[in-house]
């Protein structure tokens, strides 16, 4: 460990992932050395539209380029990988993972042209990294994919432990248990701050254990009288393993559709975390070779998302598989928040076409867990690391809130408990710490391939002509004399049918022309106001005959 | 009773209600007189861009005006009484209603100027109305607001029987009792039909009672070291009456905030349905003089609706309601599907307040029960009404199915169950049923004034607009020689920020002109085709730069 400098500070903040789920980088510095952890995206929220993805700011790491040593992923979830490629274009900085979370990475690197650019280093529970005078250790987690790990990062300081995404498991599936004995132990070495995930922060009790779900899969299979086609989290490996594992259990073959699962089953069976049998893998067009109990379908789609390969099977849509009366489908993944009405409509239309589902409300025992701890798992983490400061991280602002009250519970300070924003920073100096400046820290909205060139202005535009529409005015005016010399026309997309609002539209016309008319009269003939007259008084008349405000757009021309 | 005739059939169809929840309009013909249960209104789903309400397609009332005898309306929810002002706007039919029902629908008949033309007909539950050949009689039953209740129509093909909402309460608010006597009397005499609400059809077990959630507020009032401000349905007139109880048990004076509350609040004591005691309530402008431990305020916005007052006190932007630090807010009320991420929102900006906030997860013990019966009530409506015929009615396709098996696993034919979508008829003679023809069903949209003139094509407008926005491109060309006389200018409205994207736009104009002068040397001047190339060529260009594909709009003129 190097040696204190009395003049250096330990800052910690979050660039993404407080007051909110998703997006998650937090980094940690002393001196002169920045450590990052996770460089994750967020699905937009409603009011983001046409947003493909978001992404943290990373100004600050920018600014201080030179200092940024290195960016640690916790697990391969799109939460905490999938703002690499933009990151990575902007800031050239080795990324330390472990063998699958790597792998998934790397698969993503190549798609963006980066892979030949990026420094990757492949750590194991057990590597220790020297980051400048950060020294950077790692313990094994469990959780909803393999390979997670929690980080220790040591400074002259003291030490920072971040927990990534956890839940206690002792009946894991495949072996992947919580480090507890390490986990002790860095507590008993004494940890100056603590960084813990607050997602489940809300559930009294304790999350079930991943192995529940492999009986409850094998007596679905078995009693299905048909086919079986059951959709999840492509990254969820454990369940994919327990999937796979019930399949051989009834003597069924397996296939896999939508291409993340597809992606996923490669990459976890070449890596070695995924076990699947010789021969129990087939190509979905040998599906309606097999007698119809003999086969699993794996498939994404268990949000409902409306181009996933479950909701074409249940649109009829899909290329190679059809659902058949007396199919068997299980959603195996429970709704997240806003995606309730989509997984409604992808389960009802699967049983208009016969199939008999298993899902969330109608499932009595369950066939879906959690990948977070819950209360009870929180506080034995507080208990265990013992921080003096605890920070939670990982979720909207109530989560975090209700993680707080948990360290107090557990005997934490209440001063000594930082709820965050993003950007918020908390300087530690000699044992102390304290709230200290801002720094940039926001939503950088991807669309298409533009990367924060859309702003609010452009989302307030869309959420305007979301609502009512858009009205193009076009008049030619006279050069001479300001007289109408051709239209106005109107053009109106998204506001009226046109041919059931012909008199509407007429009228319209009407109120422009006397608008500008009436100005002209005046000696009014500077566009700005011209443009503002005609916007106004056919504002006032479409909204006190339709009550609607659609955008008008006027376009003056003179010849 | 009509004597019969055997011409003469019973048809039984929904207009709305079935495979969705919300306006409910049910519609039992017989002969030539037809009843018309209910008449509600839907709010919009996500891609139902600009949309306020969502109506029933009523074509087929209209066709039949003359045969149409009255709406029947069961209870004062808005997904059952919703769309009479637009109904009765084309078709002026008398309303059958119980008397808190009928206030509301008043209130609604005023607002929209119908009131003095529209017959009122209050009944109670024990009524008998001859509508033509079709006897209507009542029952009282417990649901989520006060006076509703279920529908006896008898026809010379036999008696239907239409339950309205409802679960079965047996220690009920305010006396409001299902009158399990007169339902099984309604049974024992033989039931051709039943429609039964399905909502609740996929949970197990029995719905908790209303007067559970009594005993809770009046625990949390006590413990509220400051103000209590609860949130709920407006409609919830038994909620509304404990959260008095509890106030009055706990000396607290009650203010009332949203318009809708302060709306059911008048109507309900007026009718003698909210029991306030006298110097109860007060004035918002008056919360300020009490001590903060001796008010309690009953708001709006349960669901986390933009503008309702609770987001707004969330936000402080209430006129007249300020959230201090400590104060404890109970949000009385699930979120329904979609809304989840509002009401978290909501929760998390008061949060920040400083407020206690409980709520659902937050929340041990439940501060909100659900109005309609789980399955054990579902199953003992079928029991105690034992009809030969069974429809699902009022749910989600899931939910009717899952009532179907419900209607199976307690003895009634498979055969003898219709699931229906809008507009199925079932026919009904001699005493067997056969799905007959599909009628005109379907959603008519409304926004601002406008009834119906959205549709399809303007929606999709909406969605392209709200996606990647819109360019439009002005061009004047030269009558003689086709010569680009001004522009090509490019005007663009959320698609991106101009002033980051000057080079693209730039760019793009190069684009037209090439487009427009390579077609003019090739001496294509058809407008049609000249607009439809320098969509196509924009529309590439801008795709391969950017990923997005705005709508486009060219504007060519000439001179």
């Known amino acids: 460990m190097s040696k204190k400098n009395n003049q250096d500070k330990l800052i910690i903040f979050a660039l993404g992932g407080v007051g909110e789920i998703g997006k998650n980088m937090y980094v940690v510095q002393y001196g002169n050395d920045i450590v990052v952890v996770d460089a994750g995206l967020k699905f937009p929220e409603e009011e983001m539209l046409g947003i493909d993805v978001v992404i943290p700011d990373i100004t600050y790491l920018l600014e201080n380029r030179d200092k940024v040593r290195a960016i640690l992923v916790t697990h391969g979830h799109e939460d905490h990988i999938g703002g690499l490629p933009y990151v990575l274009k902007q800031l050239n900085v080795p990324v330390y993972a472990t063998k699958l979370t790597l792998g998934l990475i790397e698969n993503k690197l190549k798609e963006a042209g980066l892979l030949g650019d990026t420094k990757r280093i492949l750590i194991h529970a057990d590597s220790e990294v020297q980051l400048g005078s950060i020294r950077a250790s790692f313990f094994k987690t469990n959780h909803s994919i393999p390979d997670s790990v929690g980080v220790s990062l040591d400074t002259p300081e003291g030490s920072v432990v971040h927990t990534g995404d956890f839940k206690f498991d002792h009946t894991p599936v495949n072996d992947q248990y919580a480090d507890l004995q390490r986990i002790a132990e860095i507590g008993k070495r004494g940890v100056l701050a603590l960084l813990s995930d607050s997602t489940n922060a809300e559930r009294p009790g304790f999350t079930p254990s991943e192995s529940n779900i492999g009986k409850e899969l094998i007596d679905i299979f078995r009693n299905a009288k048909q086919r079986v086609v059951v959709a999840t989290f492509a990254s969820n490996v454990h369940r994919i393993?327990?999937?796979?594992?019930?399949?051989?259990?009834?003597?069924?073959?397996?296939?896999?559709?939508?291409?993340?699962?597809?992606?996923?089953?490669?990459?976890?069976?070449?890596?070695?975390?995924?076990?699947?049998?010789?021969?129990?893998?087939?190509?979905?067009?040998?599906?309606?070779?097999?007698?119809?109990?003999?086969?699993?379908?794996?498939?994404?789609?268990?949000?409902?998302?409306?181009?996933?390969?479950?909701?074409?099977?249940?649109?009829?849509?899909?290329?190679?598989?059809?659902?058949?009366?007396?199919?068997?489908?299980?959603?195996?993944?429970?709704?997240?928040?806003?995606?309730?009405?989509?997984?409604?409509?992808?389960?009802?239309?699967?049983?208009?076409?016969?199939?008999?589902?298993?899902?969330?409300?109608?499932?009595?025992?369950?066939?879906?867990?959690?990948?977070?701890?819950?209360?009870?798992?929180?506080?034995?983490?507080?208990?265990?690391?013992?921080?003096?400061?605890?920070?939670?991280?990982?979720?909207?602002?109530?989560?975090?809130?209700?993680?707080?009250?948990?360290?107090?519970?557990?005997?934490?300070?209440?001063?000594?408990?930082?709820?965050?924003?993003?950007?918020?920073?908390?300087?530690?100096?000699?044992?102390?710490?304290?709230?200290?400046?801002?720094?940039?820290?926001?939503?950088?909205?991807?669309?298409?391939?533009?990367?924060?060139?859309?702003?609010?202005?452009?989302?307030?535009?869309?959420?305007?002509?979301?609502?009512?529409?858009?009205?193009?005015?076009?008049?030619?005016?006279?050069?001479?004399?300001?007289?109408?010399?051709?239209?106005?026309?109107?053009?109106?997309?998204?506001?009226?049918?046109?041919?059931?609002?012909?008199?509407?539209?007429?009228?319209?016309?009407?109120?422009?022309?006397?608008?500008?008319?009436?100005?002209?009269?005046?000696?009014?003939?500077?566009?700005?106001?011209?443009?503002?007259?005609?916007?106004?008084a056919l504002g006032r008349f479409l909204y006190e005959q339709t009550r609607r405000r659609p955008m008008i757009l006027p376009i003056i021309m003179e010849v």
Chains 1, 2 share one sequence.
């Open 241 to 536: 393993q327990q999937i796979i594992d019930a399949a051989m259990e009834t003597r069924r073959k397996m296939t896999v559709v939508g291409r993340s699962m597809v992606n996923i089953v490669s990459i976890a069976s070449e890596l070695g975390y995924l076990h699947v049998p010789e021969g129990m893998l087939i190509e979905p067009e040998e599906v309606n070779k097999l007698p119809a109990d003999r086969v699993v379908i794996l498939s994404t789609g268990s949000q409902g998302e409306p181009m996933s390969a479950l909701t074409r099977m249940a649109r009829s849509t899909h290329r190679k598989v059809d659902i058949l009366p007396g199919d068997t489908v299980v959603i195996s993944a429970t709704p997240i928040p806003g995606n309730e009405r989509y997984v409604g409509r992808t389960v009802d239309e699967l049983m208009r076409l016969g199939a008999h589902v298993i899902y969330g409300p109608g499932s009595v025992s369950g066939v879906h867990v959690s990948g977070h701890g819950s209360q009870e798992e929180l506080k034995l983490m507080l208990n265990l690391i013992r921080p003096k400061f605890f920070i939670p991280i990982h979720g909207e602002y109530r989560m975090l809130r209700h993680h707080a009250m948990l360290a107090e519970a557990v005997g934490i300070d209440k001063e000594n408990i930082f709820l965050l924003d993003n950007g918020d920073t908390v300087e530690f100096q000699n044992g102390s710490a304290r709230k200290a400046g801002k720094l940039p820290a926001g939503n950088v909205l991807i669309d298409g391939l533009g990367v924060g060139d859309v702003g609010n202005i452009v989302l307030r535009d869309r959420k305007l002509l979301s609502q009512d529409g858009i009205l193009v005015v076009v008049v030619t005016l006279s050069k001479q004399d300001g007289a109408i010399m051709s239209g106005p026309d109107i053009i109106s997309r998204g506001f009226v049918y046109v041919r059931e609002s012909e008199g509407l539209l007429e009228e319209a016309n009407k109120i422009v022309s006397g608008t500008l008319q009436k100005l002209m009269s005046e000696n009014v003939n500077e566009w700005a106001s011209l443009k503002t007259n005609v916007k106004d």
